[in-house]
């Protein structure tokens, strides 16, 4: 019996079988459907054997996650390992897709290439099977769609919704109570929070969907390694207070550049927040809205240099960590718009984020 504070790191792959022989149970013996059913604790009914299928600190993560998500969490090495996850186990004809991640595209490629799934934009009428796929708040906007909308659209026709919230992390999102199927996060950003691993996130309220996942994640092996499992658990410790923390300087931050820069340098500030605020964008997102906004500049040469010009600011890609950080899209994603930067917020004070980026604005509307 140990007494950490802290959750304790587990590395190894393989699990010593009980010392007892008449515990032995024979590979042929074990029922591997009850042996990787969630039980109503969210933990798995059978005791670690190889870590492929479970391992310590990842399982822990799941069933702190399955709380924080309401749902059955299952964890993978990264957020596109559980979107093709999703598509693996729902196999759809049809998926109905918008504006996404690029990466989700990529996969959704993929998957026809394999299948012959036909992708077909996302307000395509859906038909019974279909996957319907919603991403919101969206990538790189920061703007937010109605996820009870997609859901009863989904639900009417016999499809199946599910929702990438990536870009709203708990508390701001809770989609399984909205009407989603499915839950999907990628874990590299809110949930890691530290810019240091890479995870990926399905959820369902169904555990024989969720006892499916696992046996399917034994074989396609994309599961996330023990040390991320870990990394995990010291990242939730703090989730509420960070993103509720990022989340209030996003709306301050985006709202500021609006009533200053719009018109000037700046053509247009996007982000949910400066949308019409009504009702279902409200209900949707009753604790704050997700802290990545996006600033379309007037000219691609402002986009391109408006970085440099930042101090606190890092120019990178990605999104989610505690370190604020700005891309000039164009960077990453071939097919976004040149004059688009996006922006995810950090845990920094609100008055040097700004600071830092009066300064740059100052400079780029100077050249
Ligand atoms: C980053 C991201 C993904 C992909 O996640 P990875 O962990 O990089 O595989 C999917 N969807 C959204 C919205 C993302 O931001």
Redesign the pocket.
């Known amino acids: 019996m140990t007494t950490d504070v802290a959750a304790p790191l587990h590395v190894s792959t393989t699990f010593r079988y009980p010392s007892d022989p008449a515990k032995l149970q024979p590979a042929a013996d074990l029922d591997v459907d009850t042996a990787v059913t969630p039980t109503a604790a969210h933990t798995l009914s059978h005791p670690h054997i190889y870590s492929r299928i479970s391992a310590p600190s990842t399982t822990r993560l799941e069933a702190t996650l399955s709380t924080l998500l309401g749902g059955y969490a299952v964890t993978y090495a ?6 093709h996850a999703l598509l693996v186990h729902v196999n759809p004809r049809r998926l109905l897709i918008g504006q ?2 690029h ?2 595209h990529g996969v959704a490629a993929l998957m026809k290439r394999l299948t012959g799934m036909e992708i077909m934009p996302l307000d395509t009428p859906p038909q019974p099977g279909d996957l319907v796929h919603l ?1 919101t708040p ?2 790189p906007t920061g703007e937010a769609t109605s996820i009870a909308v997609y859901a009863a659209r989904a639900r009417a026709a016999g499809a199946l919704l599910s929702v ?1 919230s ?2 709203a992390p708990p508390p701001l999102q809770v989609p399984l109570e909205l009407g989603a199927h499915w839950l ?6 809110y949930i890691g929070g530290h810019s240091d691993m ?3 996130v399905l959820v369902t309220v169904d555990a024989n969907a969720a006892r499916a996942l696992y046996l399917d994640r034994m074989y396609l092996g994309n599961v996330m390694g023990s040390f991320e499992g870990w990394l995990g658990l010291r990242s939730v410790r703090t989730l509420e207070l960070r993103v509720l923390r990022q989340s209030t300087t996003a709306t301050a931050l985006a709202r500021w550049i609006d009533a200053e820069w719009t018109g000037k340098a700046v053509d247009r500030v996007l982000h949910a927040s400066l949308q019409p605020q009504e009702d279902w964008l409200t209900q949707q997102m009753p604790r704050g809205f997700g802290p990545v906004f996006a600033v379309l500049m007037k000219t691609e040469a402002a986009a391109r240099s408006l970085p440099s010009n930042l101090k606190l600011w890092m120019h990178a890609t ?3 960590g505690v370190e604020s950080l700005v891309e000039w899209r164009a960077m990453s994603d071939a097919g976004c718009d040149r004059r688009l930067l996006r922006f995810s917020v950090g845990v920094e004070a609100e008055e040097d984020l700004r600071a830092d980026l009066d300064t740059a604005f100052k400079a780029v509307a100077a050249m």
Do not use: I, P
């Open positions: 990264s957020g596109l390992a559980a979107f996404a991640y990466g989700c991403e969206m990538n990438d990536t870009f999907m996060h990628s874990g590299t950003k890479l995870a990926g990605s999104l989610g």
